[in-house]
């Protein structure tokens, strides 16, 4: 049984729940509530209802829909950790949708049942029991049931490292924000054990809420990353590469030289380089270069001239102006810092 020993606030909408009908006793005299759920309760509610007078563009819900009750966040977990800002379970009939967009929040959207659409960056894309998505949602969306009926999780989430894992999910999931989990399977049992922690009352808490984030959207990173995982031996040349170059980063090597070094063709080894170290390979050397000069700098009374020749810089003149654009300061500045 899903979400076990979780109560929601519960609404069925008797007609359709539009814009006009945003406030909380619109909300209360346009549904009936499910006797297995809490009722109605104003206060826990406000956040809630504020969150859809001010973020919501356009929507049209019909059918039921369930509320995780709501708790402040404090300024503190906005700063610095990943933070919850709210789940909901939306059972929706035919035509129901939602068009948003400048809302300061991503989302992660589970089907549990039925089929839905949605519509983002120019792409369309089709899900159904077990799929999901992930949605920077200042960006325009729309999404909408497909057929009769659709059943489907909300979760509104943020924080300083989000838009990074987001970036990351995208880049390994080749653009796409689509995910596919079984209905018993990480994804729903990570989720669980936030929505328990999101309730519970403890000193640590929102600490513990944004590591059970990382872990929910590690998990959705390994996922993809799994499924299409490199073939070991492609894996064990990138690893060569990374040691060649680190050993040998004082030398002259170019993209070319890495080709032939590894067998592989430009593309293919750009590509999964970058898949597999977050770097290009060229810039990968820049890095080892100047993390080298660094040290130098730091650590010798070496002249700018001679460092820029020990580290792989044939022109002293563009070194400083590499090492500039990279950390901000000449070399004669960089060592002069405290």
């Known amino acids: 049984m899903l979400f076990r020993n979780l109560k929601f606030n519960s609404y069925q ?14 909300i209360a005299e346009n549904s009936t509530n499910t006797p297995m759920h809490h009722k109605v309760d104003p206060a826990t509610d406000a956040m809630y209802a504020k969150t859809l007078a001010d973020d919501y563009i356009d929507f049209f819900i019909s059918g039921n829909l369930e509320i995780f009750p709501s708790k402040p966040i404090t300024d503190f977990a906005m700063n610095n950790l990943c933070y919850m800002d709210s789940f909901s379970i939306f059972s929706n009939d035919a035509q129901s949708f939602t068009r948003r967009a400048n809302y300061q929040s991503f989302l992660i959207l589970y089907t549990y049942e039925g089929q839905g659409v949605l519509e983002y960056e120019g792409q369309s894309y089709q899900l159904s029991a077990g799929d999901g998505f992930i949605i920077d949602c200042m960006k325009p969306h729309f999404y909408k049931t497909e057929g009769a009926f659709w059943k489907y999780g909300c979760l509104h989430f943020n924080g300083p490292m ?53 872990q929910l959207l590690t998990e959705l990173l390994m996922e993809r990353y799994n499924k299409e995982k490199l073939p070991k031996s492609t894996l064990e040349i990138i690893h060569d590469v990374v040691a060649h ?9 170019s993209l070319d030289d890495l080709v032939q070094f590894s067998g592989l063709s430009k593309f293919y080894l750009s590509r999964e380089f970058k898949k597999c170290t977050g770097f290009s390979p060229t810039d990968y050397l820049i890095h080892m270069r100047m993390e080298h000069a660094k040290t130098l700098l730091l650590s010798t009374t070496l002249t700018i001239v001679q460092i820029s020749e020990m580290v792989g810089f044939r022109d002293s003149n563009h070194f400083s102006k590499l090492f500039k654009k990279k950390l901000g300061k000449t070399p004669g500045q960089f060592r002069k810092s405290p």
């Open 13 to 26: 909408f008797q007609k359709p729940f539009t814009p006009t009908e945003i406030d909380l006793n619109n």
């Open 245 to 253: 170059l680190e050993n040998n980063y004082r030398a002259e090597l």
């Open 162 to 214: 989000i838009p990074g894992l987001y970036q990351q999910f995208k880049h390994l999931n080749e653009n796409s924000v689509l995910f596919s989990q079984p209905l018993i399977g990480s994804y729903q049992a990570t989720l669980e054990k936030l929505l328990t922690l999101y309730g519970e009352v403890h000193p640590c808490r929102e600490a513990l809420i944004s590591n059970q984030i990382n």
